[in-house]
């Protein structure tokens, strides 16, 4: 689970402040398994899902991937596996901000 990894350097990363804050009151991110796409088409426009849990106060990521077997017809997409992943600034503006709002 790449996103997972991406947040865990980004809570190495933050400043002692803020990830205590973040551990103690923010809303936090949890990782579910990844989504597969039909086709490179829908990949393209579907982004990554979060699924927002008020009462547990998590949110929970669910990436979307396309992984494509040696069959391909095209011989640059054999073997190829496309994954949306969470950018290490949209985790570091969660911790910092954007999962305080709910408190």
């Not at 991110?29 to 106060?57: C, H, M, R, T």
Request: a negative charge; aromatic letters at 14%; hydrophobic letters at 35%.
């Amino acid at each position: 689970m790449l996103n997972e990894k991406v947040m865990n350097w980004a809570l190495s990363q933050a400043g002692a402040d803020a990830k205590s804050t973040y551990q103690a009151e923010g809303t936090q991110y949890l990782f579910g398994y990844d989504v597969e796409s039909g086709n490179g088409g829908e990949w393209i426009y579907q982004p990554l899902k979060y699924n927002e849990d008020k009462a547990a106060n998590t949110v929970t990521i669910e990436s979307r991937s396309l992984p494509l077997d040696e069959d391909q017809l095209v011989p640059i997409f054999k073997s190829m596996h496309y994954c949306k992943l969470l950018s290490p600034f949209r985790a570091m503006e969660w911790i910092y901000i954007d999962s305080l709002y709910a408190t």
